[in-house]
Structure formats: C-alpha cells, structure tokens
C-alpha cells in the first residue's frame, strides 16, 4: 500500500466536514428573518397596534378634560364666597352641557358672589347655587358671645344659637323660653373682630348669615329679655 493510499484511507476526524481543508472554520448557519406567516410577526403587530389605540384614546380624554372650582371646606348658605374658598379640579363631563352648570375655573368670580345654599368639602360649585346677599334672602346678624360658651369656629361652619335667661324680662314678666335654639342652622360667615376676635368686654364676636324674619325676631326678642346669656354650638350634621 502506497503512502497516498494510506493517507486517503485515513478516517475522518469526528465533527469535521468531509472534503473540508483541516483546520479551517465553518461558516456561521444566520437564522432566516420569519415570514409573514409566521404568527410572531402578527402578534407583534397586535400589540403596536393596540398600544396606539390606547394612547389615542387616553389623549382624548385628556382633551376632554376641564378645570372647575370645588369647595375646599364646607361651605354654609349665606356665606359671601371667596377665592381661598375654592379648590381647582380637573374633571371630564360625559354630557358637554354639564359644564354649564357649574362655575368653571376660567370664570371671574362676582364681587358679592353669595351661596343661596349649602356646598360640602370636595362638592363642585353649582352655578345655581350662587347668587347676591340679596337674592340669599339672608342678612349678617352679629352675636356676643363669652368665649367659653362657644366652639372653635370658621367661616362656613354651621351652628345653632341659643339664649339663656332666667329671672324676669324688662317688662317683669317671668322668662319662658323654649328650650330649643332660636337660630337653628345658621352659617358662620365671620368669627373675629379686628382687634383680634376679642371685643372690649372680653367676649367673641361672631357674625352669622340668617333668614331676614329670623334675624328679626332675635333683635325683638333680644328686646324683651334685656340681657340674656347667648350660647352657641356647632350643629348636627
């Protein structure tokens, strides 16, 4: 046997390619980009697909968003509306008419803008619900009040007013009050004096919004029973 013949008998290395020169490097196998009908490629546009539809839609709703005023705190019929009342929040109404019925964000608010009734904390301000002093029916009636026959008060806040007399009127007759309060849900529209909540005589002036009738027969009855003791306490809610 010949020496060519013994070479070409030789056998073949494990993993070498036959008839492949010894010592070289194989060819990289690339994989093949998927066609159109390999279900990857379509789920992958599903979902770009949906994503720009659900960005759409949520930059529409934002379009659609608007800026009205809500109350910040309770708020009591009677009581003159200010600026550091109002909160601004972002809303979206499903009806476009909707808007019209509450005061918007961009709207100038009336110098003597007044509620004709009451709004709680977080309510969104109802146009309806804004009028003059005059239209509210209402008027400021000033109460004295020892500081200890009172609670902490603030604008908007809603209490009852009692009066306690005993002994005999300026007419001397014996005193018969009802025991009940005779201003029942008013608002507080003010609770200092400005020399600091305190008038002269050391007691706490407290300026509530009542109905014009109301207001008129505390003066009378204020009247009659000369100097009556007067307690006020937050109402019930």
Known sequence: MTTDQQTS?????????????????PGAVR???????DPRLWVGVALVAASVVLGARLLAAADDMVTVWSAG???GAGQRLEPDDLVAQRVRFDDALALEGYLGADDELPADATLLRPVA????????ALGSAQDSGRVELPLSVDPERLPDLGAGMTVDVYLLATGRDADGRKVELD????????????????????GSSGQRRVVVAVPEDDADAYVALLGRLGEPTVLVSRAQQ
């Open 9 to 25: 008998s030789a056998p073949t290395a494990a993993g070498a390619v036959p008839g492949a020169t010894p010592g070289a490097v």
């Open 31 to 37: 994989a093949g980009r998927p066609g159109w009908r």
């Open 73 to 75: 705190s309770d708020l």
């Open 121 to 128: 904390a977080g309510e969104l301000v109802p146009a309806a």
């Open 179 to 198: 025991p009940g309060p005779v201003l029942a849900d008013v608002t507080v529209v003010d609770a200092s004096t400005p020399d600091g909540g305190f």
